[in-house]
């Protein structure tokens, strides 16, 4: 099976470990691996802005280094989120509606592949650490991504994951949204940071760097030792090339 990592713009420019930690994943599970770096942003901020045409310019990008790929498979609700909702309705009407359609079909956040497409729920990692999970709004409400990750996290040995109070509420990133509404925006993100330390967590997970890098920031200046680490990062550790099949309770 071929897949084509979508890297997205965040991990790509300050997380890319992110990205590797993916690579090994999906390559230990027997995966062929490339990455098409024809690849820039799938246009959310742009389309997110009310800028259409922008957004779609720069999405083209995607139709062309996507368009032979089996598999697209993102460490990214948000992106992922994009690509198999928005890209769709950007390039209707278009000569390129029905690439953006196919596209769409066969592009899958991380987590949502292993469990739902490859049907695995240990990828043989081992991590000693009290983790809590945070539930993006892109992934839990845009894509339905909601149990696959703690599937995943439930099989990591040695690992305590522990669970997060009001677990579905918005840190209060939401892209362009911490820009426009800078203060409401951060103190979303310190009522989130207030329920993470809660939980006496070594750790702060999820499947979108663009949460974990505004939640980790707030806790950073609060004075918090809660570290903030992607699950791909937590499923890359201590792995041992065992992986077992199933399916998400």
Excluded: W
């Amino acid at each position: 099976m071929r897949v084509s990592l979508f890297i997205t713009c965040l991990i790509d420019a300050f997380y890319p470990e992110v990205g590797r930690s993916a690579v090994r994943i999906l390559e230990r599970l027997g995966m062929q691996v490339d990455f098409p770096a024809r690849q820039t942003c799938c246009g959310q901020p742009a389309f997110n802005s009310g800028f259409r045409e922008e957004a779609r310019i720069a999405a083209v990008s995607l139709l062309d280094a996507f368009k032979d790929s089996e598999y697209v498979v993102g460490p990214s609700g948000s992106c992922v989120s994009m690509v198999r909702h928005y890209l769709p309705q950007l390039f209707a009407g278009t000569p390129r509606e029905q690439e953006a359609k196919d596209l769409a079909a066969r592009t899958y956040e991380l987590c949502e592949f292993l469990v739902r497409v490859l049907q695995v729920v240990d990828v043989g990692a081992r991590m000693p650490a009290r983790v809590t999970y945070h539930s993006s709004c892109h992934g839990a409400r845009g894509l339905g991504v909601r149990d696959e990750p703690l599937t995943l996290l439930r099989h990591v040995r040695d690992l305590e994951l522990v669970d997060l109070p009001y677990a579905e509420d918005c840190c209060g990133f939401g892209g362009t949204f911490a820009v426009k509404f800078a203060e409401l925006s951060a103190e979303m993100g310190r009522a989130k940071a207030k329920q993470v330390a809660a939980t006496g967590a070594q750790l702060l997970t999820g499947i979108d760097m663009s949460c974990l890098m505004h939640l980790g920031g707030l806790l950073r200046r609060q004075g918090s030792p809660v570290r903030v680490m992607h699950v791909a990062e937590i499923l890359d550790r201590g792995a041992a090339g065992r992986f077992t099949r199933g399916r998400s309770a």
